[in-house]
Each structure stands twice: as C-alpha cells, then as structure tokens.
C-alpha cells in the first residue's frame, strides 16, 4: 500500500505563486511515476504534470512555463511549483502514483488539496 497526502493548497491572488507538495509512504519502492492532477467545478479531471522513477518529466501544454515539477528522493516528496497563477487554475489538484510489479499495476491517489485564485 501507498500512502500520498497533499498540502500547499490555499488561496492566492492571481499573478501569485503556490507550492504543492505529495509525500509519499508505505511501500513506494515500486513507484513507477507520480503526476499532479487537478479538476475544476463541473469539469473532467486532467493532467498537469507527471515525473518519472529516472526524473524524466511530462506537462500539459497549456501550463508549460509556468508550472514545475520536481521530487525529493530522500523525503519521498514530489513537488508543483505554481507560478503565474490565474482564476482559471482553480481546482482540486490531486497527487497519482503508479505502482508497476511485472504482471500488475495499482494507482494510487491522494485526498486532494484545493487552490483558489482570485481575481
């Protein structure tokens, strides 16, 4: 089992800048990639960014610039650096893990922390 608990969530205003953060435990050994999600009011959650076990890093198009992600092997902590923050940037953003073993593959999702950028 997996453990991921976000926090850095909050409200800020927008031009701002937050720093979310996944720590994860219990047997991660196995962790194949962690990614940020998020989802807004009345929409399908999407991507934002994942990192890989070699740190290889993926983002949506659409936040390229302005987001960052980045991990801390020895915390077992990944990062999203927030920058430029706009209304639109409101939701939930969640932290994903894939566990990967030959055969199977388990996700594994955190409880959500919220953003709120005001106009």
């Known amino acids: 089992q997996v453990q991921l608990v976000e926090s850095g969530g909050g409200l800020v205003q927008t031009g701002g800048s937050l720093r979310l953060s996944c720590a994860a435990s219990?047997?991660?050994?196995?962790?194949?990639?962690i990614a940020w999600y998020r989802q807004a009011p009345g929409k399908q959650r999407e991507l934002v960014a994942s990192?890989?076990?070699?740190?290889?890093?993926r983002y949506a198009d659409s936040l390229k610039g302005r987001f960052t992600i980045s991990r801390d092997n020895a915390k077992n902590t990944v990062y999203l650096q927030m920058n430029s923050l706009e209304p639109e940037d409101t939701a939930v953003f969640y932290c994903?893990?894939?566990?990967?073993?030959?055969?199977?593959?388990?996700?594994?999702w955190g409880q959500g922390t919220q953003v709120t950028v005001s106009s």
């Open positions: 994903y893990a894939k566990d990967v073993r030959p055969g199977s593959s388990i996700d594994y």
């Open positions: 219990g047997s991660t050994f196995n962790i194949n990639v």
């Open positions: 990192i890989s076990r070699g740190g290889t890093t």
